[in-house]
């Protein structure tokens, strides 16, 4: 089984104050442009476009099936998104985009992302195998941590150092924990992957999305 390193650079935006984080991109015969979330049987880009223009085609390109790079890019650098991945390296166990057989064989360090990002207050995982990487990485770097915006959804337990063994709770889908970790105060929230087998709907999943922008 090959080892893969990670084919894109992070997308950095000075000014960004979201970075979003995926767990690693599908083989490249399933890209549809080099930007991130490029499978195009993937609806991460139609949620953006139903969250913020009420279009869910808005980032296709009409000219076929792809999704419109300048589009994407523009629209990220506009509204302050940043990107990459929970994995830097891994090993497919099947020749397929499933994050099931996806061996992580380097994380990437978060920290090191934020540190080029002095906005950035906000992370987003999207999905539960990026979400279960960056909850293993807090579990390493959380200094502390505060109560959940929603009372109903896991929270992440206090710590009082850099210990290997500190607890991490995954928030559930849609809702969100406040972290201190990598030297700042970061909300985390947790969203629904955009992967067409996640069994939701794509206006529920869009829904969940928004509440990064209430």
Known sequence: ????????????????????????????????????????????????????FGDAQ????????????????????????????TASQVRRLKDNASDAFLEVLQPTDVGALLARLPRCRTIVTTGGKASEEL????????????DSEFPNSPVIPGSTGNLPDTPVSIPAPGTSVDVSAWGR????????STSRAYPLALTAKAAAYARLWP
């Open 135 to 146: 909850a293993a990485l807090l579990r390493r770097n959380s200094a502390s941590t505060v």
């Open 185 to 192: 105060t970061l909300r985390w929230w947790r969203m629904p």
């Open 58 to 85: 808005h980032f296709v390109n009409p000219a076929g099936k792809r999704f419109d790079y300048e589009a994407v890019v523009d629209f990220c650098r506009a509204a302050g998104l940043a990107f990459f991945d």
């Open 1 to 52: 089984m090959t080892i893969e390193t990670h084919p894109l650079e992070p997308f950095l935006p000075q000014d960004a104050s979201i970075l979003f984080l995926g767990s690693f991109p599908p083989p490249r015969a399933r890209w549809s442009m080099d930007f991130f979330y490029p499978n195009f049987n993937n609806d991460f880009w139609r949620v953006m476009g139903l969250v913020h």
